[in-house]
């Protein structure tokens, strides 16, 4: 019951790059985006037009209370401050990939003024990021779940107005590094709102990467009663390595889209315990294995996760990547 094609969005330049704490030059994300797109990839998730004025919530030491583990995944979302100058380049990133034609470049914009510097930078898709957690909304976007909502449903207007496709995402679906477990209903709560504004895909993030199928399975099950499973991908993070298993299952339930980061990019370099998306090499190998179609050229995106590791100077989090590199 397989899909026999899987959409693969890579969300490495924005998702993992937003989190390493030495900038990385434009021109290093632009041609890291080249590659990906060289390799097949037809959706890259370029950068992200967030408050370059943002200031965590919450406190660190708020979060230390709950887990030292869960505090270190949530220094890689809140507390590296300078993920605000890593993204304060989105124009240039926009205009550096604008010659290239056979793929789409989502970003994300969190309100009108993401979405208008966006636009203006000549950006066709866009993102908003909504969360299933009350705790999480407020230390990642400064408000409520309905709050963000109702920022959104203006983001959404807009964007459609002039035919901009807008991509939903919903953090923390099966835990939330404040709260623990999260109840499918809250998911299921926002992906039915996020739709009903006019989202055209919804991503389910596992956030910290927590979720087994034990716990994606349900949250699914929920959300598919009220959204239709072709409008939905998953978003796993790799922390406790559950993610492979976890898109798995998500397939065997209908699901075709999938996000992914190259060489797993993604977490606080810093933080013990925090990690990023799972690997894009990984997800293909997988999807190779099971005779799905991705496009993906798996050789030519070992290439780009060579070129962009090389630059961090630290090694793949693909397990697939480094085991073909020596064959
Ligand atoms: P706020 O402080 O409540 O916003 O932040 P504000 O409206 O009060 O504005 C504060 C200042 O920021 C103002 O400047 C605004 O103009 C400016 P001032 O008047 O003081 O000079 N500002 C902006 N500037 C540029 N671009 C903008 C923008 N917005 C406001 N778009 C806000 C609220 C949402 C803006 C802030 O909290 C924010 O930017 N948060 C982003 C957090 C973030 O980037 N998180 C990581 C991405 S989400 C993610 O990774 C999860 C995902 O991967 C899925 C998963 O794994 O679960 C998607
Ligand atoms: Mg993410």
């Known amino acids: 019951n397989i899909p026999k094609y899987v959409k693969i969005v890579e969300v490495g330049p924005r998702d993992g790059l937003q989190n390493e704490k030495d900038i990385v030059p434009t021109a290093v994300k632009v041609e890291l985006i080249k590659m990906l797109v060289n390799s097949g ?3 890259v998730e ?5 408050s370059p004025k943002w200031v965590p919530q919450v406190t660190i030491k708020e979060a230390f209370i709950h887990n030292i583990i869960k505090m270190s995944i949530f220094c890689s979302f809140n507390g590296c401050q300078n993920s605000k100058l890593q993204l304060a380049d ?3 990133v926009i205009k550096g990939i604008k010659g290239i034609s056979n793929a789409r470049f989502p970003v994300l914009t969190p309100n009108l003024k993401g979405l208008e510097a966006a636009l203006a930078a000549g950006v066709k898709e866009v993102a908003v990021f909504a969360a299933a957690s009350e705790s999480f909304s407020r230390s990642n976007i400064n408000c409520s ?3 963000s909502l109702a920022r959104y449903r203006d983001v959404a207007s807009a964007a459609r107005k002039l035919f901009i496709p807008v991509r939903g995402y919903i953090s923390c679906v099966v ?3 404040m709260e623990g477990e999260v109840h499918p209903s809250k998911v299921a709560y926002v992906a039915e709102e996020l739709v009903k504004m006019g989202c055209d895909e919804i991503s389910l993030g596992d956030t910290i990467g927590v979720g087994t199928p034990g716990s994606v399975i349900p949250m699914i099950e929920a959300v598919k009663k009220v959204v239709p499973i072709e409008k939905l991908a998953v978003h796993f993070h790799d922390t406790y390595g559950q993610a492979l298993s976890n898109i798995l299952v998500s397939l065997q339930m209908g699901i075709s889209v999938v996000d992914s980061s190259v060489s797993g990019l993604g977490g606080c370099p810093y933080a013990k315990g925090a990690t990023g998306n799972v690997a894009t090499e990984d997800v293909v190998y997988m999807l190779n294995g099971l005779g799905v179609k991705t496009n993906v050229d798996l050789r030519k995106l070992i290439l780009a996760g060579d070129f962009i590791r ?3 100077g630290r090694p793949s989090e693909s397990k697939a990547a480094t085991a073909l590199k020596k064959t």
């Open 175 to 177: 835990g939330c590094p």
């Open 90 to 92: 989105a124009k240039d």
């Open 310 to 312: 090389k630059h961090l």
């Open 41 to 43: 990839l037809q959706v």
């Open 46 to 50: 370029a950068t992200s037009f967030v």
């Open 145 to 147: 779940i309905d709050e």
